[in-house]
């Protein structure tokens, strides 16, 4: 199957072809189960959602790294940034509907012009704040020194990308030299009171394999960061949470170009866990993207795939009845959330 894919190299836009490599070659063919046909064999179709505990707004794809893993294919030279009207509009909603946390990402979602200024907002609402930084921001200038003492004086809950403890595989995952601006970042947070014992300012962090991989169990691997870090570095964290590479986006693009796509997306089918299913982040979540259109999950932004409905798929038209009565948008990157012990935004999902 691998092989054949050279063949959708067309003109496709960049999102409809990765839709129709997924739906090709084994599952095409019948030889793989799609995630739909093992939903209905664990009678877990359709998929719907529980409630809506999460709001999480990608707030533009500008990045001052470009990371081999990322789904969104962030970068420096994306110019995809929310504005303060959908802002304002997301804050709104926030409002009215008493949401209780909110999910900031990107990109690195601190390049937003309008960042400071909308987490303030947010933190006037006593809610859980939650920023996805990729701690080598905090490095990249001055302008953005003053990140750790912001986040502690608006409470906010850092979670940041560390793909591992040395600098050779973070560096290979995110590019030369990240590793050292990360573990200086997080020596500041730590500075600030972030991760430490004592403190209720939370820090977390995020493994994602280097290639086509499973993450390692999530608990073992936790304890193995903590101690390398401190021991290495004196750097406390909270906790550690295991992210699958889900095959999208540059992902996908490393999985064809190795000839991995075929080998990993068995695994991840063969990997399949119904009782993961129970706890993916897309039952509790809604994203948002930079122009405002609402998605399922942050993985089905990517791929363009819009909520199940009609008249309220964008935050102009919130009705959050009709959201929670919706059924949910799957596909076959769904897999990398259910294999094994699951995979969401917050770790394992078992």
Known sequence: MTKSLSSLNSPLSS?????????????????????????????????????????????????????????????????????????????????????????????????????FWFVEELGKLNIEIIVRSNLTIIEANKKYHILPEFFKQNKVRVISSLPFYTSSRTDKQRGKGVFDKSISALQKLNAVGYGLPSSELTLDLVYNPVGPFLPDDQAALEAEYKKKLKQNFDIDFNSLFTI??????????????????????????????????????CKNTLSVDWQGNIYDCDFNQMLQLGVESKTSNHISNFYITELLSRNIVVNQHCFGCTAGAGSSCQGTTI
Not at 87 to 103: E, G, P, S, W, Y
Not at 244 to 273: C, G, H, Q, W
Request: net charge negative.
């Open 244 to 281: 699958t590479n889900l095959p999208i986006s540059r992902f996908l693009d490393y999985l064809i170009a190795s000839e991995n796509y075929e080998d990993y997306m068995y695994k991840l089918v063969d990997a399949f866990n119904p009782s993961a299913v129970n706890g993916v982040m």
């Open 15 to 115: 999102t409809k072809r990765q839709l129709k490599i997924l739906n090709s070659g084994s599952f095409a063919d019948g030889d793989l189960e799609t995630f739909q046909q093992k939903l209905e064999k664990s009678n877990q179709f359709p998929l719907s959602p529980t409630d809506l505990e999460i709001f999480q707004i990608n707030v533009g794809y500008m990045c001052n790294q470009t990371c081999s893993h990322c789904h969104v294919d962030a970068g420096p030279d994306r110019k995809e940034i929310m504005s303060k009207e959908n802002l304002q509009l997301c804050l709104d909603i926030i409002k009215k509907h008493n949401l209780k946390t909110v999910d900031l990402t990107g990109g690195a979602p601190e390049m937003n012009p309008h960042f």
